[in-house]
């Protein structure tokens, strides 16, 4: 299933098609994960779909922060379905291969969602920031085209630098096998694959690792400082634990997103072992998306209250129809 041509000595390889090493060494195991991936996956799916549709029927929700999190939800379906639905596909064959222009594209949208997210992160930590320290400002601060502005920025900041990536990473020769080891088309292994100075690869990593991630998240760490400064000087705890809450599921999943995402690139450009490393992007591209929306919904009460009037709301007119339908039966006989 191989199509390649070799160059310099058999040394240089250019490949149309990749191996997915993947999972394969869990055998018959791999059932069992195929039907704990496609559970998680239908649940990360309608949870985020849940999330976008609750704000955009309660108009309680209509605010800045809100705005963020549908953009949120909607980047952790994308990073889900650019892996989820062809890992579900290779655990019921045995020949787990993709195409160079699939593995292109999903290298692509993978790094767009991730390098997006980080950025949008770091703009929803600045609307807490605004909304905690500077209260009387937040309206003014935070409109409506200013919102827009800075999730669009977010996006376009991930889609030109995932571009500029992967456009370098596949514009290089690679060498040897064209099996990948890792269960979709991870940056770290391709990279480990290439035939020019892994120095050089390694260095840009670094590069793109400190600029577009650790960024964001020095921007973060900078305005939770001012937020916990300003909590604590409020006069009561009631003040402070209001305060705080909201914002808790915040730093939660910034916590999750960074915490899995930064011990994956560690661990990858490290000597670790195949098992863990796939082990940390599972939880990563799989997990997360899932514990995201449980996150803004159990510890969130006014997405808890759009969801009790939500549900009332369907309730109330389908008993409606119901008895408009009834009435409707009784007058024709």
């Not at 195929?34 to 929700?61: A, D, E, Q, R």
């Not at 905690?132 to 003014?140: A, D, G, N, Q, V």
């Not at 040897?176 to 269960?183: Q, T, V």
């Amino acid at each position: 299933m191989t199509d390649s041509e070799n160059h310099s000595g058999g040394n240089q390889t250019i490949t149309k098609v990749f191996i997915l090493v993947g999972f394969s060494y869990l055998n018959k195991l791999q059932i069992l994960l195929f039907v704990v991936c496609l559970l998680t996956y239908l649940l990360s799916l309608m949870g985020n779909l849940l999330i976008i549709l609750l704000i955009k029927l309660n108009p309680s929700l209509h605010t800045p922060m809100y705005f963020f999190l549908v953009n949120l939800s909607f980047l952790e379906i994308c990073c889900t379905t650019s892996v989820t639905p062809q890992l579900l596909a290779h655990l019921l064959v045995e020949e787990k291969t993709i195409t160079l222009e699939g593995c292109t594209a999903q290298l692509y949208v993978f790094s767009i969602t991730g390098l997006t997210a980080c950025s949008l992160l770091a703009v929803m930590a600045y609307d807490r920031y605004v909304a905690i320290c500077r209260p009387l400002h937040y309206t003014t601060i935070m409109s409506g085209w200013v919102c827009v502005l800075l999730a669009s920025s977010s996006w376009f900041i991930g889609i030109l630098v995932a571009g500029a990536q992967t456009m370098w990473l596949f514009s290089q020769p690679f060498c040897g096998s064209n099996h990948i080891h890792h269960y979709f088309c991870s940056s770290p292994p391709l990279q480990k694959m290439l035939c020019t100075n892994m120095w050089n690869n390694t260095l840009l990593g670094i590069l793109l690792l400190v600029l577009f991630v650790l960024g964001p998240f020095l921007l973060i760490i900078l305005s939770y400082i001012h937020i916990i400064s300003t909590i604590l000087k409020l006069p009561s705890t009631e003040g402070r634990r209001k305060a705080f809450s909201t914002c808790s599921s915040h730093l939660t999943v910034v916590t999750l997103l960074y915490g899995t995402a930064l011990l994956g690139n560690l661990k990858a450009t490290s000597n670790s072992n195949l098992e863990s490393d796939q082990f940390m992007s599972f939880i990563h591209t799989v997990v997360t998306p899932l514990l995201n929306p449980i996150i803004y919904t159990l510890r969130n009460k006014e997405v808890k209250g759009a969801l009790r009037n939500t549900v009332a709301k369907v309730i109330f007119s389908h008993n409606q129809r119901f008895r408009e339908w009834k009435v409707e039966l009784i007058e024709t006989l």
